[in-house]
């Protein structure tokens, strides 16, 4: 170990260390939030400042099983914002219901440490790592709500679920390891490439290891068939979480996704990517169809946010096939969906901030009567769920289906995942739309009293409409920055 | 100058102005009053007519950086796709610096009258509102450098005047009307959109002036062949302009606010399809077939509408139909090949047909809301102001010299018939002496002769306030020098050689021969001036003979209504307005009705049984998926076994042997 081993970890150090901070202050000063949250957000900026900073060096750390390129920097600041935007969009719901705000930044912080240790991995040891030490905080928020029933139920499925996927994911690494002799990515790589090539030994264990491996991520993804945790976890954990669950594992699982079949895997892309393509559909057609039918909006959100990752999944299957576009527009997708995504549970947190409010459609009824900003806000981020131009979400969903075309060239059935998107994607106006008829066409059944909302929960708001539309009519401003990370890889 | 950030600043304007009136504009006119909403809306529009002024002086003279070719102004790169890349970005040359003089002028000064005009009406921060969307989006399809942002403010620009019919939604008729506007559009719309995509497979570009070149010089050898792609793009000018057969939804337009009808419906928006045309000026100059379509549409639509003009009783809607006959003008002209001539009847019908409406709007607002030209009369000297405007404007629109209606009409006329097509010329110096006699006609009705106001009425008619009054004057300067200033000399006056380089790659294209030299023995020229306006006189001269202002032959009126055989049925033809609305009320509404019927019939039973059939499936499996999710973690956990034997099983047989 050396200094530039550390410079290169410095973001993922000083992520940890903001962490340990939050918890510091929170001793010395109890239940202040304001002093934990001024920690959090300086503490974040000064990750921000690292991550671009380190960022542009570009190295490798701890014998190269750290690795720092364009796409770490993209994913952690990416991780970063997720993170800042519910940071700030948890604590008004947290106070009401007198939950502990600094421990949630914490825990938050810890899980964001995570994901950043996946994105700069380069070795599947590292790798496992990031991804327990990203999704364990999860379980933790996901019951952060002790006292409700729910809550905890959610988080127990939910951390006895995982921790078998994790299993089930670590029990492919070693196949893996066990076949190519190496945990190392670019070693895997090229020993794959010698299988495949013929002029290294193959074992049907291999199989096997990609069959674990993939399984593990798409538990993590929440891709169908191994989605059954995400609709109790989702409905059960405190709002603000169910917006980060939604969003910042899933985006970090994907980097695993990237990290692993787009770094190790890639010489057998031909032979998984099979896979991929039919959990796609499988995953937001299903999504899409169980979404139709919920009436309870928190509800419908997890089942549209798996509808979603079989969008991304698109994605993947397009760089998998050939096309560079399909990761670039994975990415530009998973920014997309965190600002919007983000932004449509903030408003729902923001409703429920008063406890004893459900989530059911009913309590949108009539809302631009009540509180016009949040409704037209969440007009917005649904139309952008939507993928009605010009908004992020309609970026996001072009390119995925544009390099779903364009590897059509190449793979017939590229062209008919790119047809199911669109048809999936139509589909889903419905019940988004449905929300908006909801908010601007119907009369609430009771008198409803109108809660205020924090300075903060408005920030964050300004800032996820900010970027919902920005990335509607400048797409070039992130598309150039997903292109620079896509080339780390490609 | 920075013409970089200027050029982008004139739609920016109102779009500031747009997004601030809407959200603030409501509680600003409940807390401070009328005046604090209009504030904003008003000063952006006067705002960008004076950036717009200082961006269109040197790109009439080419002066750099314009030059003969434009100015390009790249904001930023919309879409960036892999081979498509689209701009937000601007060209500004002599054709737009011509439309952005039209349209932010007159833009400005309705905005000015309606402050006036609307200050009964409740809500007019939403009606500013909506002008302003309107400015931007005609000011963005005007300014456009490429086809698919002209297309998105040509659906704006639908838009914002389907929401300015209707902006007295309480009202039926409005309502219908609007919804009528916006559908007939999209049928033009339709057309164009597929012409940009031909355009587009074509070349493979979405700029203008690259993908117009490439289109000329690829010939014959186009996938798709230039006829078609120059009739689909008339399709859309015909929706926006008002041509038969999509020309219905122009006069039901009436409904909205005056001013509106000033703007949108006579001065600007109805002027897009005559600009797209313009613009895309090589296209149809390469397709000679699309061009005889366009002058006989553009021929027939101005006899059509003139005709049915003489027999309207409502002021505005003759006033329509006079649009729909000098739009019809403008593509004849473009359809012979005259393109800077359309563009010069452009300006100057944008300027006095603009200034007729805002007249009307004067004369309703003087007798409370009456449009009924039968219910007025007798009104010159109580409301002098608009009466003088409005005498110019007729004298100007009649094609009288030296105003500007005769320069510009005389100038189509001309090029018409030197250009070979006499039969255009002919019904065109046939439909000037018809709108000299029915706008007489209606100078008539409205002014002269005995007062037929509503006696409750008549004591308060009353001339307008200045913000009314003031754009009637200032309207009425251009009605009067714009043809003398820039009409000569005649054939080769400055907006000729302004707009000559735009126009240069049809010229070339077209190549024609030198017309005859002489005519009877005379200079072709002078005959045909002296024949036009003799045309205008004639009509005028018959109009005043019938309807004032020093008598009304009542008698010799009511004998032509109530006569028999030809006369009856032409009276009829035209009182009906060639039975268009019951046409397409047959064909579509009765006919297509039944048809509809049908299809809905096999929707219902058919299809919605398939689907219904489907989706009792999916419900079942709903349920069935539902019973997986019991909620139960073993069941949980024997499902993702269950899928990572499936998993390993297909991977185990798909990796097989990778050799």
């Not at chain 1, 919902?468 to 797409?475: A, D, K, Q």
């Not at chain 2, 018409?416 to 046939?430: E, Q, R, S």
């Not at chain 2, 009906?576 to 929707?603: M, Y």
Request: charged share 10%; aromatic share 12%.
């Amino acid at each position: 170990m050396n200094a530039s081993d550390i410079t290169a970890m410095s973001p993922f150090v000083a992520a940890i260390l903001v962490a340990a901070g939050v918890i510091l202050v929170d001793l010395a000063w109890p239940g202040r939030r304001t002093a934990a949250l001024l920690v959090t957000f300086a503490g974040l900026a000064i990750v921000a400042a690292l991550t671009v900073a380190v960022g542009q060096a570009g190295t490798t750390a701890f014998n190269g099983s750290y690795r720092v390129d364009s796409l770490t920097t993209f994913l952690d600041l990416l991780f970063i914002s997720i993170s800042a935007l519910t940071a700030a969009f948890a604590p008004d719901y947290l106070g009401e219901r007198k939950l502990p705000v600094a421990e949630f930044n914490a825990v938050l912080l810890f899980a964001m440490s995570g994901a950043m240790l996946i994105a700069g991995s380069a070795d599947l040891i590292v790798l496992f790592l990031g991804l327990e030490l990203m999704v364990l905080p999860g379980y933790l928020l996901a019951g952060f709500h002790k006292t409700d029933g729910f809550s905890t139920e959610g988080a127990i499925k939910y951390f006895l679920l995982g921790s078998f996927s994790s299993a089930i994911f670590l029990f492919g690494i070693a196949f893996v390891f066990g076949m190519t002799g190496s945990t190392r990515i670019d070693a895997v790589s090229s020993n794959l490439a010698q299988v495949v090539a013929g002029t290294a030994p193959f074992s049907p264990a291999l199989g096997l290891g990609l069959a674990f491996l993939m399984t593990g991520v798409a538990f993590k993804i929440a891709a169908v068939p191994f989605h059954y945790w995400t609709p109790d976890a989702y409905q059960g954990s405190p709002t603000p979480v169910t917006g980060y669950l939604s969003v910042g594992p899933k985006v970090g699982a994907f980097a695993v996704i990237i990290r692993l079949f787009a770094g190790a895997l890639l010489p057998m892309a031909a032979q998984w990517n099979i896979m991929i393509m039919v959990l796609a559909a499988l995953t937001m057609t299903l999504g899409n169809l169980v979404a139709l039918t919920q009436d309870n909006v928190k509800r419908m959100l997890a089942y549209s946010s798996i509808a979603h990752t079989g969008y991304m999944l698109v994605g993947f299957a397009a760089f998998a096939a050939g096309q560079i576009q399909g990761l670039e527009g994975l990415l530009y997708y998973g920014a997309a969906y965190a600002f919007m995504n983000l932004g449509a549970f903030a408003v729902i947190a923001a409703l429920q901030r008063r406890t004893g409010v459900s989530s059911n459609l009913a309590t949108f009824a009539g809302l631009v009567k009540r509180e016009p900003a949040l409704a037209w806000l969440m007009t917005l981020f649904l139309l952008s769920l939507t993928g009605i131009p010009p908004t992020a979400g309609f970026f996001g969903k072009f390119y995925v289906i544009l390099a779903a075309v364009q590897a059509g060239q190449t793979n017939q059935w590229m062209n008919v995942l790119a047809v199911l998107t669109v048809l999936n994607a139509a589909a889903a106006a419905f019940y988004y739309l449905r929300v908006v008829v909801y908010m601007f066409m119907r009369d609430p059944d009771a008198e409803v009293s109108v809660a205020a909302h924090g300075r903060l929960v408005w920030t964050g708001l300004t800032v996820t409409t900010v970027m919902t539309i920005v990335l509607g009519f400048f797409p070039g401003l992130l598309l150039d920055m997903v292109s620079t990370a896509a080339k780390a890889i490609g | 100058m920075p013409y970089d950030t200027l050029i982008p600043l004139i739609p920016l304007l109102p779009i500031l102005g747009f997004a601030f009136t809407s959200l603030f504009g409501r509680r600003l006119q409940l807390r401070y009053g009328r005046w604090a909403s209009e504030l904003v809306p008003v000063g952006v529009v006067i705002a960008a007519w004076v950036v717009a002024m200082i961006v269109v002086v040197p790109a009439l003279q080419h002066q750099a950086p314009f030059g003969d070719s434009g100015l390009d102004v790249k904001a930023w790169t919309w879409i960036p796709a892999g081979g498509l890349q689209v701009d937000m970005g601007f060209h500004v040359d002599a054709l737009t610096a011509c439309l952005l003089i039209v349209v932010t002028t007159i833009g400005m000064l309705v905005h000015v009258y309606s402050i006036g005009y609307m200050a009964h009406d409740r809500a007019t921060w939403r009606f500013f509102a909506y002008l302003n969307l309107f400015m931007v989006s005609m000011l963005v399809l005007v300014l456009a450098n490429n086809w698919l942002l002209v297309f998105a403010g040509w659906e704006l620009v639908g838009l914002s005047s389907y929401s300015l019919i209707g902006f007295w939604y309480e009202r039926r008729s409005a309502a219908l009307a609007a919804k009528k506007a916006f559908i007939v559009n999209r049928v033009g719309d339709v057309g164009f959109a597929l012409g940009i995509m031909a355009i587009f497979l074509n070349t493979g570009t979405l700029n203008i002036q690259d993908s117009l070149a490439k289109l000329v010089s690829q010939g014959a050898s186009n996938t798709i062949p230039l006829t078609v792609v120059a009739l689909l793009v008339f399709c859309g000018a015909m929706g926006k302009s008002a041509q038969f057969p999509l020309h219905v939804w122009l006069p039901d337009a009436m409904e909205g606010p005056t001013p509106v009808s000033a703007l949108i419906h006579a001065a600007t928006m109805v002027n897009a399809g005559v600009y797209l045309v313009a613009r895309a000026n090589p296209l149809f100059a390469s397709a000679q077939d699309a061009m005889i379509v366009v002058a006989a549409i553009g021929i027939f639509t101005a006899f059509m509408a003139a005709s049915i003009a003489f027999t309207q009783t409502d002021i505005k809607r003759v006033l329509a139909f006079s649009t729909l006959s000098q739009l019809g003008y403008m593509f004849a002209a473009l359809g012979v090949g005259a393109f800077s001539a359309a563009i010069f009847h452009l300006m100057s019908h944008g300027f006095f047909k603009g200034l007729l409406f805002l007249d009307s709007g004067s004369v309703i607002h003087a007798v409370h809301d009456e449009q009924d030209m039968n219910r007025m009369g007798g009104l010159w000297r109580k409301i002098p102001i608009t009466h003088g405007t409005m005498l110019i404007a007729t004298i100007a629109i009649s094609g009288i010299p030296p105003l500007a209606g005769f320069f510009s009409k005389d100038e189509i006329l001309g090029e018409a018939f030197k250009n070979g097509f006499a039969w255009v010329w002919a019904i065109g110096v046939l439909v000037a002496i018809m709108t000299a006699f029915y706008m007489w006609r209606l100078m008539g009705k409205t002014f002269y002769g005995e007062s037929h106001v509503d006696p409750s009425v008549a004591p308060k008619v009353h001339e307008s306030a200045w913000q009314m009054t003031l754009p009637l004057v200032l309207l009425a300067i251009p009605s009067v020098f714009l043809g003398m200033a820039v009409g000569l000399p005649l054939g080769n006056g400055l907006l000729v050689q302004w707009l000559a380089p735009v126009f240069k790659g049809a010229e070339e294209i077209l190549a024609r021969p030198a017309a005859a030299e002489t005519l009877l023995g005379l200079p072709t020229d002078t005959v045909l001036i002296t024949i036009s306006v003799v045309a205008a006189v004639a009509g005028l001269v018959v109009g005043i003979g019938l309807f004032g202002p020093r008598r009304v032959r009542q008698e010799t009126i009511d004998r032509i209504s109530s006569a028999n055989g030809v006369m009856r049925f032409a009276y009829r033809l035209s009182l009906n307005k060639w039975w268009f609305d019951e046409l397409n009320d047959l064909l579509f509404i009765r006919i297509g009705g039944r048809v509809a019927a049908f299809l809905w019939w096999f929707d219902r039973t058919i299809v919605d049984g398939t689907v219904n059939g489907v989706g009792t499936v999916v419900r079942d499996a709903g349920t069935g998926l539902r019973q997986i999710q019991t909620g139960r973690v073993q069941n949980y956990a024997l499902g993702i076994a269950i899928g990572l034997i499936l998993m390993a099983g297909s991977l185990l047989l798909i990796v097989g042997q990778p050799r």
